[in-house]
């Protein structure tokens, strides 16, 4: 039983993953049943007119501009981390020493030791702490975690998983934070290729052992808005093979050149009792090869994730409706908010997970990538 009824919110950042967990928190409420009440306290971001325009706009009952003050408020329970990865690790630690319960987006930082310090900071708080891969709140792939954990493909043996976009094709694409080093760690390995180890791990419930990767920089330098241009730090694509445990091997590729492919997370997953297949550009649906069926009936299902039955679906429209990307940033404050009231960290509420441990077995996946990708190794974990 909860001890609170009501769960203040103080969200850092206000720009594209600032909008979508707003609207989660403005949604939530309002199609499940929750155990407690989410509140909408404070909205946080450095520059002040478009912080209080972004209140405005998103929702949000007041504005702060600094994220210290944020963490601060008396009626802040849960701090919402929605800016680029390089402020992650110095704005969770702080939430969690606080005693603050804490959101952070993907991937959880740019190192691994900004990870391992913030995993740490989240065990000692014993809050609850959620690294924020959504699309494990994506209905179909939640149902597919359920139907391999269930053994309706056997033991895995092949992950073949790609993360493909196409919004710097154009050279003339402004250099943004993205494309810097600095401030977001790495390119399409820690934005893309984060969600394709993330979901591997969360589908099959094994763990990389060993990388061998290559990655590309295809357009060096951009311009930068001022009539310059800047260097792009990071790379373009990240391709790699992987060895995970109990001896299923995976391939994984993350770029943002696949000229005409706009959001196409693929996963497929071939067992040994069947295969299940997921594209991230056609939401609603999974794919399903039932390898124990009679050989002359054998072949794909596709089955419409679209009926109350299915995870989180009873909440929303009548069978048959179809949801889109924002529904599984509410599905994610649901489990948030449903661990919170439970008062259990991760390892006691399933809700919780990606927890900070996920978050941080992530990163060492996307460090042995950067590290086999720079000498042209094999690297284990
Ligand atoms: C941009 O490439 C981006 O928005 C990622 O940052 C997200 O994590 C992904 O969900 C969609 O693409």
Known sequence: MS???????????????????????RTVGRVFDLPVRPRMVAVCGRDEARTAA???????????????????????????VCTPGDSHAEIAIAALRAGKHVLCE???????????????????????????????RVPALALMAEMVAAGRIGD???????????????????????????????????????????????????????????????VTERPTGDGGTGAVTVDDTALFLARLSGGAVGTFEATRYATGRKNGLRIELNGTRGTLA????????????DGTRPQAEAGFTRILVTEPIHPYLSAWWPPGHLLGYEHAFTHQARDLLTAIAAGADD???????????????????????????????????
Do not use: C
């Not at 600095?182 to 060993?210: M, N, P, Q």
């Open 3 to 25: 001890t609170v009824d009501e769960v203040g919110i103080g969200m850092v950042g206000t720009a594209f993953m600032g909008a979508a967990h707003s609207q989660a928190w």
């Open 156 to 218: 895995v043996r092949h992950v073949r998983a790609a993360y493909l976009q196409d919004w710097l094709v154009d050279p003339a694409s402004p250099l943004t934070w993205r494309l810097q080093a600095e401030h977001a760690g790495s390119g399409a390995l820690g934005d893309l290729g984060a969600h394709i180890v993330d979901a591997t791990r969360y589908l099959t419930g094994l763990e990389f052992t060993a990388v061998s990767a290559l990655t590309e920089t295809f």
């Open 347 to 381: 390892s006691a509420a399933r809700p919780a997970h990606a927890s900070f441990d996920d978050g941080l077995a992530v990163q060492r996946v996307l460090d042995a990538v950067a590290s086999s990708a720079a000498d042209g190794t094999w690297t284990t974990l």
């Open 106 to 136: 993907k991937p959880l930082a740019n190192t691994v030791a900004e990870a391992e310090a913030m995993a740490a900071a989240a065990r000692e708080a014993g809050t609850v702490a959620m690294t924020g891969f959504t699309y494990r």
């Open 278 to 289: 997921f594209d991230l550009e056609r939401l609603n649906e999974l794919e399903f090869h």
């Open 54 to 80: 972004a209140a405005d706009r998103l929702g949000w009952s007041s504005y702060e501009t600094d994220w210290r003050a944020l963490i601060a408020r008396d009626d802040v329970q849960l701090v919402d």
